[in-house]
């Protein structure tokens, strides 16, 4: 059938639709709200459709010309059948009850099989066969009348409803088999407290109910007289499924309404939503609208055949642009999906007579097609597969020759003179604060190999340089009111503390303290709010904290001097009103706070840039690993960048990875720049690195040579320091995801390592998929949670029943100490495993004063929270040579031990030149001096200048 220009219209309209939703869907703060946001988008395209047929004469099909058409190919039975009565009611209830599934399944999306909505096609293509349409052969196709018998036989073929079928299936497969070839997170299915059978249930009742809703819907606007009335009944079963809708979403508020309670409103969360409704809810009436015309101007199968193979396309390509990296190892599926979907479809345009496809006349798409998976092909073969170095060694070499440019960097200054030229220069010019000079000296007494680099307390300190030393006074008298705040007080050269009653708590002030007191009398008169609970609790959001960074790096260049003070009336922009915001949304601090998961995640995301992956909202899709997240501090599957990894904003996906972004905030948090002094943070928070309370820090630790310890990668955690408190944190945690895929791994599980073949007489290596059940056999980790207490609540219970506990051992007897976070703060034993001759395997996401001089792979052996390059990194230290085989053949990769023994010494040598106890009081003195300088009212004018 010709289509007319209107109709390409719907169909690029369609598709554009299908495929900006399809890319932007995967982000998105909608799902925090399923039922809220279903209401929404069809309510929204309810009313598009009602507003849309008002202008039904430009819409194809408009009145009288389709109508007419439609009656005479009525005739030729290319309409379906007569709507029943009863249909209206039914596609509004199936539309709520399948949001519902959709609900549920996203739930367990862990637990799902990808690629199960392609069969779609497949059920609206099994409807047509079975409900006996004779399909227009020769009389659409006047070219075709004079066939031969050849001829004629393929045209039978072709338009035989069993070609069709096949040919649905055909590409349906294909796309389903994409599936497969996609990565997966390492965020599992847990066989204790998902159902996964059940979810792929509901998956496969999705689909049919789609397809029920697409045939009832397609046969009742079909029969509907003209292009008006059809957008009307649209727009009237839109929005009487939103009303279903809506009414489940308040019974549920209502029975859940304990899950609000203790919320202070922040800020900043609403918009971020409606925005994103809004939005989505353009492309979802375009969507449907358009999928309405265009169905009712052929078949539902076409327009939904078309965007299966869409998918399918842009899919396959992705996945062919990624052959032989670590994503897509092997080539040979890749390019048998492309091509399986590539015959299939065009045999389906042949079948179902489609003569252009949106824009595309049918040649030309068959030519393009041939073209794309010769390309692929030769791409596939052209693309070097093996490499002849591993990358952990080039790594490893990189980042030694980092390390000394990192050191030359961080000590260049050998005379006050030269600090002091220095320190402007990095400064923009502006003096050292008073007492630089003492500081040098201090420094300079007790060895600091770090004299000018402190990027970490520089940018900590940076947005208060925006703020009044006035309002930066009220912040501080607004903590001092706050529970867990321990108020260290300077005066007159002395420093002392409030005294708080928690004994713990006193005894980190004390020690506190005792760092200070050597160099107090150098210090300005100052009392600073130290947090005294694990977690940060400053969470500004992104643009107050660049709006103060950027004032106060203008008031530097403001020379002249009735400028230098601050300015009273243009600080409108300043959060002395957020102050007071704050202060009426936490009325007397008195509730118990709370933050649930969802809502810190969501603050977490507000504070990332504009524009930033994390911004865009709360990854959803939990089972996919998340490629462009890790690709900005990757080197093929091996991190890279320590300092990027640190950074969430670039991947959203660590917010459902981690026990710190899964479990609820339970202590009070803000969102106005307060000068809290905090001893670990992860980027997202403003608090002030402080160097405190390592209290593990600084233990003697046994010194055993690393030959004679264990050839062993050990990690353990007590379970009761793991609180599984939601099933996210369950499934989703750091360290349950790690011991699960060290110990439990499923049969379906699967991991790719870097594994050595034989080519040319010399060891190469190449990526492989391996499941990872073979993959832990040969490599020795010995990971577990450990328990030594009665196991009585139902936590421990669940973590015993879900992963089994091991005796506690002594870690440092072992080679390779693994360390990962709790869910408050970094590893605490970092320091000690440092010092002690054994490699730090390192999975952390949190900063705390002596980050920054930790270089990954040459103090420690960095790993990515995903895990997913865990086997490769630990084989290429371990080796792989005598362990037993994988992939069924015997591996010779030998252990590299001289790097793990250099690092394990590098590490122990750099611990005790730039992390002692004197390392952190200096740290300590400048960071108070810095501090000093910026409450203070004169700020612009203090300075430290060298004698002349
Ligand atoms: C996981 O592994 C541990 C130790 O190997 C075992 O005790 C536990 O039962 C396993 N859990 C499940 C759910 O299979």
Same mark, same amino acid.
């Given at each position: 059938?010709?289509?007319?220009?209107?109709?390409? $219209?719907?169909?690029?309209?369609?598709?554009? #639709? &299908?495929?900006?939703?399809?890319?932007?869907?995967?982000?998105?703060?909608?799902?925090?709200?399923?039922?809220?946001? #279903?209401?929404?988008?069809?309510?929204?395209?309810?009313?598009?459709?009602?507003?849309?047929?008002?202008?039904?004469?430009?819409?194809?099909? +408009?009145?009288?010309?389709?109508?007419?058409?439609?009656?005479?190919?009525?005739?030729?039975?290319?309409?379906?059948?007569?709507?029943?009565?009863?249909?209206?009611?039914?596609?509004?209830?199936?539309?709520?009850?399948?949001?519902?599934?959709?609900?549920?399944?996203?739930?367990?999306?862990?637990?799902?099989?990808?690629?199960?909505?392609?069969? $779609?096609?497949?059920?609206?293509?099994?409807?047509?066969?079975?409900?006996?349409?004779?399909?227009?052969?020769?009389?659409?196709?006047?070219?075709?009348?004079?066939?031969?018998?050849?001829?004629?036989?393929?045209?039978?073929?072709?338009? #035989?409803?069993?070609?069709?079928?096949? #040919?649905?299936?055909?590409?349906?497969?294909?796309?389903?088999?994409?599936?497969?070839?996609?990565?997966?997170?390492?965020?599992?299915?847990?066989?204790?407290?998902?159902?996964?059978?059940?979810?792929?249930?509901?998956?496969?009742?999705?689909?049919?109910?789609?397809?029920?809703?697409?045939?009832?819907?397609?046969?009742?606007?079909?029969?509907? /007289?003209?292009?008006?009335?059809?957008?009307?009944?649209?727009?009237?079963?839109?929005?009487?499924?939103?009303?279903?809708?809506?009414?489940?979403?308040?019974?549920?508020?209502?029975?859940?309404?304990?899950?609000?309670?203790?919320?202070?409103?922040?800020?900043?969360?609403?918009?971020?939503?409606?925005?994103?409704?809004?939005?989505?809810?353009?492309?979802?009436?375009?969507?449907?609208?358009?999928?309405?015309?265009?169905?009712?101007? +052929?078949?539902?199968?076409?327009?939904?055949?078309?965007?299966?193979?869409?998918? %399918?396309?842009?899919?396959?390509?992705?996945?062919?642009? $990624?052959?032989?990296?670590?994503?897509?190892?092997?080539?040979?599926?890749?390019?048998?999906?492309?091509?399986?979907?590539?015959?299939?479809?065009?045999?389906?345009?042949?079948?179902?007579?489609?003569?252009?496809?949106?824009?595309?006349?049918?040649?030309?798409?068959?030519?393009?097609?041939?073209?794309?998976?010769?390309?692929?092909?030769?791409?596939?073969?052209?693309?070097?597969?093996?490499?002849? !170095?591993?990358?952990?060694?080039?790594?490893?070499?990189?980042?030694?020759?980092?390390?000394?440019?990192?050191?030359?960097?961080?000590?260049?200054?050998?005379?006050?003179? $030269?600090?002091?030229?220095? *320190?402007?220069?990095?400064? @923009?010019?502006?003096?050292?604060?008073? @007492?630089?000079?003492?500081?040098?000296?201090?420094?300079?007494?007790?060895?600091?190999?770090?004299?000018? !680099?402190?990027?970490?307390?520089?940018?900590?300190?940076?947005?208060?340089?925006?703020?009044?030393?006035?309002?930066?006074?009220?912040?501080?008298?607004?903590?001092?009111?706050?529970?867990?705040?321990?108020?260290?007080?300077?005066?007159?050269?002395?420093?002392?503390?409030?005294?708080?009653?928690?004994?713990?708590?006193?005894?980190?002030?004390?020690?506190?303290?005792?760092?200070?007191?050597?160099?107090?009398?150098?210090?300005?008169?100052?009392?600073?709010?130290?947090?005294?609970?694990?977690?940060?609790?400053?969470?500004?959001?992104?643009?107050?904290?660049?709006?103060?960074?950027?004032?106060?790096?203008?008031?530097?260049?403001?020379?002249?001097? @009735? !400028?230098?003070?601050? /300015?009273?009336?243009?600080?409108?922009?300043?959060?002395?009103?957020?102050?007071?915001?704050?202060?009426?949304?936490?009325?007397?601090? +008195?509730?118990?706070?709370?933050?649930?998961?969802?809502?810190?995640?969501?603050?977490?995301?507000?504070?990332?840039?504009?524009?930033?992956?994390?911004?865009?909202?709360?990854?959803?899709?939990?089972?996919?690993?998340?490629?462009?997240?890790?690709?900005?501090?990757?080197?093929?599957?091996?991190?890279?960048?320590?300092?990027?990894?640190?950074?969430?904003?670039?991947?959203?996906?660590?917010?459902?990875?981690?026990?710190?972004?899964?479990?609820?905030?339970?202590?009070?948090?803000?969102?106005?720049?307060?000068?809290?002094?905090?001893?670990?943070?992860?980027?997202?928070?403003?608090?002030?690195?402080?160097?405190?309370?390592?209290?593990?820090?600084?233990?003697?630790?046994?010194?055993?040579?690393?030959?004679?310890?264990?050839?062993?990668?050990?990690?353990?955690?007590?379970?009761?320091?793991?609180?599984?408190?939601?099933?996210?944190?369950?499934?989703?945690?750091?360290?349950?995801?790690?011991?699960?895929?060290?110990?439990?791994?499923?049969?379906?599980?699967?991991?790719?390592?870097?594994?050595?073949?034989?080519?040319? %007489?010399?060891?190469?290596?190449?990526?492989?998929?391996?499941?990872?059940?073979?993959?832990?056999?040969?490599?020795?980790?010995?990971?577990?949670?450990?328990?030594?207490?009665?196991?009585?609540?139902?936590?421990?219970?669940?973590?015993?029943?879900?992963?089994?506990?091991?005796?506690?051992?002594?870690?440092?007897? *072992?080679? *390779?100490?693994?360390?990962?976070?709790? +869910?408050?703060?970094?590893?605490?034993?970092?320091?000690?495993?440092?010092?002690?001759?054994?490699?730090?395997?390192?999975?952390?996401?949190?900063?705390?004063?002596?980050?920054?001089?930790?270089?990954?792979?040459?103090?420690?052996?960095?790993?990515?929270?995903?895990?997913?390059?865990?086997?490769?990194?630990?084989? &290429?230290?371990?080796?792989?040579?005598?362990?037993?085989?994988?992939?069924?053949?015997?591996?010779?990769?030998?252990?590299?031990?001289?790097?793990?023994?250099?690092?394990?010494?590098?590490?122990?040598?750099?611990?005790?030149?730039?992390?002692?106890?004197?390392?952190?009081?200096?740290?300590?003195?400048?960071?108070?001096?810095?501090?000093?300088?910026?409450?203070?009212?004169?700020?612009?004018?203090?300075?430290?200048?060298?004698?002349?």
């Amino acid at each position: 059938m010709a289509r007319d220009g209107g109709s390409r $219209l719907t169909a690029v309209c369609f598709l554009a #639709s &299908y495929i900006w939703l399809s890319c932007s869907l995967q982000r998105h703060s909608l799902i925090d709200q399923p039922r809220l946001s #279903s209401f929404l988008l069809l309510f929204i395209s309810g009313a598009a459709a009602f507003a849309a047929s008002l202008f039904s004469k430009w819409l194809p099909g +408009a009145d009288g010309r389709f109508d007419s058409e439609a009656v005479l190919k009525g005739m030729q039975s290319s309409m379906p059948h007569r709507p029943r009565r009863f249909y209206l009611p039914c596609i509004i209830f199936l539309i709520v009850f399948r949001l519902e599934i959709i609900h549920t399944v996203i739930n367990d999306f862990q637990c799902t099989t990808e690629g199960i909505e392609a069969f $779609l096609p497949v059920l609206l293509a099994a409807h047509e066969f079975f409900s006996h349409r004779t399909p227009p052969v020769v009389s659409d196709e006047p070219e075709d009348m004079w066939g031969d018998p050849l001829e004629d036989f393929k045209n039978w073929l072709l338009s #035989s409803p069993i070609t069709l079928l096949f #040919s649905t299936v055909l590409f349906s497969y294909g796309v389903f088999m994409l599936g497969d070839l996609t990565p997966r997170s390492t965020y599992f299915c847990s066989t204790l407290i998902n159902k996964s059978s059940y979810t792929v249930l509901m998956q496969w009742l999705g689909v049919f109910i789609d397809a029920v809703v697409l045939i009832m819907l397609w046969r009742v606007l079909s029969w509907a /007289r003209t292009t008006k009335s059809r957008l009307r009944t649209l727009g009237g079963i839109l929005i009487l499924a939103s009303i279903g809708v809506s009414a489940l979403w308040l019974s549920t508020r209502i029975s859940r309404h304990h899950d609000i309670i203790g919320h202070h409103p922040f800020k900043g969360v609403g918009s971020l939503y409606f925005f994103d409704v809004f939005s989505t809810g353009l492309l979802v009436s375009t969507l449907i609208i358009s999928t309405a015309l265009w169905a009712c101007d +052929a078949t539902v199968l076409e327009p939904t055949a078309i965007a299966t193979f869409t998918s %399918g396309m842009m899919g396959s390509i992705q996945n062919v642009l $990624l052959i032989g990296t670590y994503l897509q190892p092997s080539s040979g599926p890749t390019l048998a999906a492309l091509s399986i979907i590539s015959v299939g479809f065009i045999m389906f345009t042949y079948t179902n007579d489609m003569r252009w496809i949106v824009v595309f006349k049918r040649v030309f798409l068959m030519a393009l097609l041939i073209c794309i998976i010769l390309t692929s092909v030769i791409f596939a073969v052209a693309k070097h597969k093996m490499v002849d !170095r591993h990358p952990v060694d080039d790594l490893v070499y990189k980042n030694r020759v980092e390390a000394d440019r990192w050191l030359r960097h961080a000590s260049v200054s050998t005379t006050l003179k $030269l600090a002091v030229a220095e *320190y402007k220069d990095r400064h @923009n010019g502006r003096d050292p604060p008073p @007492n630089f000079d003492k500081w040098f000296e201090y420094a300079r007494k007790h060895n600091s190999v770090v004299i000018d !680099r402190f990027d970490q307390m520089e940018k900590d300190l940076r947005p208060f340089w925006g703020m009044t030393p006035q309002q930066i006074q009220n912040g501080f008298e607004k903590l001092k009111g706050l529970p867990d705040i321990g108020i260290i007080t300077i005066a007159n050269g002395k420093a002392s503390h409030n005294r708080p009653k928690d004994i713990y708590a006193e005894a980190v002030l004390e020690e506190t303290i005792w760092i200070i007191m050597p160099f107090a009398e150098h210090l300005p008169d100052m009392s600073i709010a130290i947090n005294m609970k694990e977690r940060p609790r400053i969470l500004v959001p992104w643009d107050d904290v660049h709006r103060l960074t950027m004032a106060g790096s203008q008031s530097r260049f403001q020379l002249l001097p @009735n !400028r230098l003070r601050p /300015r009273r009336g243009d600080d409108s922009a300043l959060p002395e009103s957020n102050l007071m915001d704050a202060s009426r949304a936490l009325p007397g601090s +008195a509730a118990q706070p709370y933050v649930s998961a969802k809502k810190f995640r969501q603050l977490e995301a507000l504070a990332c840039p504009p524009g930033s992956a994390a911004r865009g909202g709360v990854q959803w899709d939990v089972r996919d690993f998340c490629t462009s997240c890790v690709k900005p501090h990757s080197q093929g599957q091996f991190l890279e960048d320590w300092e990027m990894f640190l950074d969430p904003c670039h991947q959203p996906d660590i917010f459902n990875l981690h026990d710190f972004h899964t479990t609820p905030h339970l202590d009070d948090l803000h969102q106005d720049l307060l000068p809290l002094f905090s001893r670990s943070k992860t980027d997202s928070f403003s608090d002030i690195i402080i160097p405190i309370n390592n209290i593990w820090a600084f233990l003697e630790v046994e010194m055993t040579l690393f030959d004679k310890k264990k050839d062993i990668v050990v990690w353990q955690a007590p379970a009761r320091e793991s609180r599984a408190e939601t099933r996210q944190s369950l499934v989703g945690g750091h360290r349950h995801r790690l011991v699960h895929l060290v110990n439990n791994a499923s049969a379906a599980d699967e991991v790719t390592m870097l594994l050595g073949v034989q080519a040319d %007489g010399k060891t190469k290596f190449q990526y492989e998929q391996t499941p990872t059940k073979v993959a832990n056999g040969p490599l020795p980790f010995e990971f577990s949670f450990t328990n030594s207490e009665p196991c009585e609540d139902a936590n421990c219970q669940l973590l015993q029943r879900e992963f089994g506990f091991e005796e506690a051992r002594k870690a440092l007897d *072992y080679r *390779y100490v693994m360390l990962t976070d709790s +869910a408050d703060g970094g590893p605490a034993h970092l320091l000690p495993t440092l010092r002690s001759n054994s490699v730090p395997v390192l999975s952390s996401i949190f900063r705390e004063w002596y980050t920054e001089r930790l270089l990954p792979w040459v103090h420690f052996v960095p790993v990515d929270l995903r895990y997913h390059a865990l086997h490769s990194t630990m084989a &290429y230290f371990v080796g792989l040579k005598n362990r037993g085989p994988i992939n069924d053949r015997p591996q010779l990769t030998t252990a590299r031990l001289e790097d793990a023994r250099w690092i394990a010494e590098q590490g122990r040598k750099w611990a005790d030149k730039a992390i002692r106890g004197e390392d952190m009081a200096v740290y300590m003195f400048r960071l108070l001096l810095e501090w000093g300088r910026i409450i203070s009212e004169d700020r612009d004018d203090l300075g430290f200048k060298l004698p002349e």
